[in-house]
């Protein structure tokens, strides 16, 4: 079986830019992703629709660090949808009620963007490190190295919190998905995603200026 097949980001020289739809930050699809040959767990952050009709998914992934002696960290990439390297995980969060398996049938619509609190961003607002993580790429980087001696499941449950928080703060229409901020294009001027960031950070431990 292929790995995933990773889409580079888009650019200018290559046409008309994806249509980029962000996931509800607390409840983003769960999906395994196949690389290097194993089944990565991964959260899915925003779909891409191209214009030649490819769907690709922008998802938080763990994968082996090289400088950490293979241990896993938590890496931001897109990857085409379709290509059988990619799935629904077979389990979810059910509430109250534990976990509940995912069939088969249900895969596709776990990718359908939800109608319900959905925003339509169309231009990228920078990067996670440079209006938040300072030296760190990720959200996930961030936590982590605010958070030593936890665990794996600590750090991730941390980070899902804290960028929850972010994208509460955010205005309208902007989000965070993956380790890129998002908007609505032309970007206005006034929207100062540093000083947002910053706010979260006076409430929370895990921010930048706790590392």
Do not use: K
């Amino acid at each position: 079986m292929p790995d995933a097949v990773e889409v580079p980001p888009w650019r200018p020289d290559m046409g008309r830019p994806p249509q980029v739809r962000v996931y509800p930050p607390r409840d983003a699809p769960r999906l395994q992703v196949r690389v290097d040959g194993t089944w990565r767990d991964a959260v899915a952050m925003a779909r891409h629709d191209w214009p030649d009709g490819r769907v690709a998914v922008q998802v938080t992934v763990r994968l082996p660090a090289p400088d950490l002696g293979g241990g896993l960290e938590a890496y931001c990439r897109t990857y085409l949808w379709g290509s059988g390297a990619m799935r629904a995980a077979e389990e979810r969060d059910a509430g109250a009620h534990g976990r509940e398996r995912v069939d088969a049938a249900d895969a596709e619509g776990m990718m359908a963007v939800r109608e319900v609190g959905q925003v339509e961003p169309t231009t990228e607002y920078g990067t996670w490190g440079e209006h938040g993580g300072g030296d760190c790429v990720t959200v996930e980087e961030t936590v982590g190295s605010a958070m030593d001696g936890a665990t794996e499941e600590e750090v991730a449950e941390a980070a899902a919190e804290y960028r929850a928080r972010i994208n509460d703060a955010l205005p309208e229409g902007v989000v965070l998905a993956g380790q890129n901020f998002y908007g609505p294009y032309p970007r206005d001027p006034e929207v100062d995603i540093a000083a947002i960031v910053r706010g979260v950070d006076e409430e929370s431990s895990l921010g930048p200026a706790a590392v």
